[in-house]
């Protein structure tokens, strides 16, 4: 097998990293732990049989604090990792985030 196949076959996810600082690191962390605190909140209501508008309700919080992290995560992507490839007179970075934002609007 060519190099290229076997890229092919590996997720993309798992050879890419990023640096971030210490303060976005944890900043980042503090968010997905709220909105995992959210997540089994939900949980917990639905156990206990909430009413169904009040479940809604948490839902609707939790996805907007996703979405919220979902803005984070692409603004730095953007400042950084697409504007360094193009800096270096790259596309690709461009390309991927045109998908990347054809799949969150659908």
Do not use: W
């Amino acid at each position: 097998m060519s190099g290229k196949d076997t890229e092919e076959k590996i997720p993309a996810c798992c050879c890419r990293t990023k640096v971030r600082t210490e303060k976005e690191h944890k900043d980042l962390m503090n968010r997905l732990s709220r909105i995992e605190g959210q997540v089994r909140g939900i949980r917990r209501m639905v156990e206990e049989d909430a009413y169904c508008i009040d479940i809604i309700n948490q839902v609707a919080a939790a996805n907007a604090a996703l979405n919220s992290f979902t803005k984070v995560i692409l603004a730095d992507h953007i400042h950084t990792c697409v504007t360094e490839d193009v800096q270096a007179g790259g596309s690709e970075k461009v390309d991927e985030l045109v998908k990347t934002l054809q799949k969150l609007m659908k």
